[in-house]
């Protein structure tokens, strides 16, 4: 590994580093990717013990790229020494739920794996950190971590709807026979599920607004169940969850979040509600969102129709039931985050 000195250094943490997310992952981080080839990278994998040999694997592989910016890469099973003075976390581990689990048992074990996170991000990140939870379910376990890390500002606490963000362009793109480059200001609002809704009310193909391009009908019951569902219609055919996908999904995230998103166009992310278009303050949930200067804003005064406040709402009441359901489990303060 070399180095560029006079190029910025940033610390970051990837858990779940020996999953398959992971694998896709840290090798775009590596090779400047995600904050740009200005910046030298120090890559700290955190796995479970178990898993430490494999992600030590994945150490040996990225060594053995050679990546210019690549500073170091440590292995650790320990949250806390993993995420001291951290400048980036993304955290992807996750318990998958399992045969017979109900939603409360995947919340509580989640608990138990994102409240120490946020402990240890609590105790030794930087103040200005920024994380994103890709570990599903995603908004919740970031509602949990947020809500453990009560000395670190809400707003470095991210969600990823960016997947579903840009699954969106590609069926509007796929529809249209447009480039997706060619398409602006779609949006995802509310959690990442099925419940989650995918929003072109605002957004222009070429220029043109997509409601004059597009039936309603298709849009409404082809292309919202499409990406909403797109997480399962992928296990189903890969006998596991998307990976390379979400990986650049997150790659997508941070760079956005830390370059810029460009002027006139939007994306997707879910952050800490400050109560924005009737959301619970304190809860995660994706809006459309631009980044200015490093910090994510929710694009201000959308005009909302009957049809997106319903499914808005509905998406947002699946993520009060969540928030309730570990406000029960102790695992975040009835006061909520702050
Ligand atoms: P995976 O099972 O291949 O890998 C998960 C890894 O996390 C495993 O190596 C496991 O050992 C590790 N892990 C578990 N607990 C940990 C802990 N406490 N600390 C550190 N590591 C821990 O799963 P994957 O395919 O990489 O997916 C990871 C998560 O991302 C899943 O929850 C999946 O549902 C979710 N996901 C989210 C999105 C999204 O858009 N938000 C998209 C795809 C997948
Ligand atoms: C996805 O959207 O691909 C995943 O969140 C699906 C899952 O349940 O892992």
């Keep these: 590994m070399s180095s560029t000195a006079a190029a910025p250094v940033v610390t970051i943490t990837v858990t779940g580093a020996a999953g398959q997310i992971g694998y896709s992952l840290l090798f775009r981080i590596a090779s400047g990717d995600m904050l740009g080839e200005d910046t030298r990278v120090r890559l700290r994998l955190l796995e479970v013990p178990q898993a430490a040999k494999a992600a030590e694997g994945t150490a040996m592989e990225l060594a053995d790229c050679a990546f210019p910016r690549l500073e170091s890469i440590d292995v650790y099973d320990d949250a806390r020494a993993a995420f001291d003075g951290v400048g980036v976390a993304l955290l992807v581990g996750a318990r998958p739920r399992g045969p017979g689990m109900e939603r409360g048992d995947l919340l509580e074990a989640n608990g138990g794996i994102f409240g120490p996170q946020g402990e240890a991000i609590n105790a030794g990140a930087a103040q200005d950190v920024r994380v994103l939870v890709v570990g599903n379910p995603a908004n919740t376990n970031a509602l949990i ?60 193909i070429a220029g043109r607004p997509v409601p004059e391009l597009i039936d309603a009908h298709w849009l409404e019951h082809t292309f919202i169940p499409t990406v909403a569902k797109r997480g399962a219609a992928i296990i189903e055919a890969r006998g596991a969850s998307s990976a390379a996908s979400a990986a650049n999904a997150a790659i997508d995230h941070m760079r956005s979040w830390v370059r810029g998103t460009p002027e006139g166009d939007w994306t997707s992310a879910a952050i800490v509600s400050d109560g924005s278009y009737g959301v619970p303050e304190g809860l995660v949930c994706s809006y459309p969102v631009v980044s200015r200067d490093g910090a994510w804003q929710v694009v201000p005064d959308l005009e909302v129709n009957a049809f997106a406040r319903s499914r808005i709402d509905r998406s947002v009441a699946e993520l009060v039931e969540e928030r309730d359901a570990v406000r029960a489990l102790g695992l975040v303060r009835p006061e909520g985050i702050r």
């Design 145 to 204: 971590v947020a809500a453990h890390a009560p000395d670190i500002p809400a707003d470095r606490f991210t969600a990823m709807t960016r997947l579903d963000h840009n699954r969106a362009l590609s069926q509007l793109a796929d529809k249209t026979g447009v480039a997706v480059t060619e398409i602006e200001r779609v949006a995802i609002w509310g959690n990442h599920s099925a419940t989650q809704y995918p929003d072109v009310c605002h957004a222009r």
